[in-house]
């Protein structure tokens, strides 16, 4: 078992993660793993396909060492070696033979404290969470949650913006995101998955001792009362000025604006009804979720 205390940030994909990265790394003392997901335990235990962690970090690594052979600056923060060594160890070893400590060298007497953020992370198992606790140790877990439907409306537009010029002008092809709900494909299954928040909450509950549940709203809407339990879980202050600051833009945004119709509205909801009123049950009848 590894002796530094780790952060980790869980859950889900369009509720922040990449806001929640910057948070900690500019505003606190926890060093954040350059490479923003680092996609281990999803990768260990299959939930995704481990090639697709190796041919990624392939590209990444390549991409910076092509930049470097044209650069005249030889000098190289510790940070970015961190950057490159992780890609090189992830492109280049079995999944299975990764130490996790090892993805933060050469930084890891930087902090006391060592982060890293991968929404997929919320999908594992309970006997994968009991590995993955054996392996991180008490680990402090930031679960990020998001209004279920505004995260399937986000992830619908994320497949449709590649390539796009506005991609906060992408409408929405209702008919087709019809079809995925009323054939349960492979994509919308996923999406109810990583909506399934109460379930995740109970999982790491059982095997990690400091589980923050941060919904995505209160980032913005409640900005005091994120700073004051992002501070009780790291036991540090955060940095009120510099959160405040970087939410006045929000990070790789696609726009808060649903665009749909009632109907649809109403289907999307009716899917993840119980998740509602579970999701109810645990914030409180006061937080206005929806």
């Known amino acids: ?146 209004d279920p439907m505004e995260r399937l409306i986000s992830s619908y537009k994320l497949l449709n913006v590649y390539g796009v010029d506005n991609p906060s002008a992408v409408s929405i092809d209702e008919e087709n995101l019809i079809e995925h709900l009323n054939n349960n494909t492979q994509w919308i299954l996923q999406q109810d998955q990583l909506n399934a928040y109460c379930d995740a909450i109970s999982r790491f509950n059982r095997h990690f001792t400091d589980v923050l549940v941060v919904p995505y709203k209160k980032i913005f809407k409640a900005p005091d009362e994120v700073i004051h339990q992002l501070s009780s879980l790291l036991t540090e202050e955060i940095d009120s000025a510099k959160y405040k600051d970087i939410i006045k833009n929000k990070v790789n945004s696609l726009s808060s604006d649903l665009a749909i119709s009632g109907a649809l509205k109403k289907t999307i909801y009716g899917r993840y009804e119980a998740e509602y009123e579970n999701l109810k049950d645990y914030l409180g009848e006061g937080f206005d979720f929806i």
């Open 1 to 146: 078992m590894n002796t530094k205390q780790f952060v980790i940030g869980i859950g889900s994909q369009r509720a922040g993660s990449t806001l929640l990265h910057r948070i900690l790394d500019e505003c606190s003392s926890v060093y954040m793993n350059p490479v923003k997901e680092l996609h281990f335990f999803d990768s260990f235990f299959e939930i995704r396909n481990p090639q697709i962690l190796k041919d990624f970090s392939s590209r990444q690594l390549k991409r910076e060492l092509d930049r470097l052979s044209g650069s005249t600056n030889t000098v190289l923060s510790k940070q970015y070696k961190n950057y490159l060594r992780t890609n090189f160890i992830l492109s280049n070893t079995d999944i299975k033979d990764v130490n996790y400590l090892d993805l933060f060298r050469p930084c890891v007497n930087e902090s006391e404290m060592l982060g890293e953020i991968t929404p997929e992370y919320m999908l594992l198992s309970d006997s994968e969470i009991s590995i993955m606790r054996r392996i991180v140790g008490d680990a402090k877990i930031i679960l990020l949650i998001r």
